[in-house]
């Protein structure tokens, strides 16, 4: 059983950025790839990115790629989402998610989630 909690959600200006921040409980939390997923109002969550259980591999969507970082210490059981550039499309509620083995694209491949933290991107 892995629990998530997303924080460092808020209200910034187009081309400003923010670091959102995932807490993770237990003591397997290297077992676990992790992503990160946006649900904007009216649509469907969808994958921003993910990090493999080590670190040394991460993935995107092409709509964050260059602007978005993920990064996680196992050790502090932590994974972060580095957000630079943002844009209003970027507006949505941020959840991170868990699932064994590699990084997956798919919202229902992942096994545990945070609540969300909501990001707001004004112009």
């Known amino acids: 059983q892995v629990q998530l909690v997303e924080s460092g959600g808020g209200l910034v200006q187009a081309g400003g950025s923010l670091r959102l921040s995932c807490a993770a409980s237990?003591?397997?939390?290297?077992?676990?790839?992790m992503g990160w997923f946006r649900q904007a109002p009216g649509k469907e969550r969808e994958f921003v990115g993910g990090?493999?259980?080590?670190?040394?591999?991460?993935n995107y969507a092409e709509s964050v790629k260059g602007r978005f970082t993920i990064s996680r210490d196992n050790a502090k059981n932590t994974v972060a989402l580095q957000m630079n550039s943002l844009k209003p499309e970027d507006t949505a509620v941020y959840y991170c998610?868990?699932?064994?083995?590699?990084?997956?694209?798919?919202?229902?491949?992942?096994?545990?989630w945070g609540q969300g933290t909501q990001v707001t991107v004004s112009s």
């Open positions: 237990g003591r397997t939390f290297s077992r676990y790839a």
């Open positions: 990090i493999s259980k080590s670190g040394g591999s991460t």
């Open positions: 998610a868990a699932t064994i083995g590699i990084i997956m694209l798919r919202d229902n491949q992942y096994d545990y």
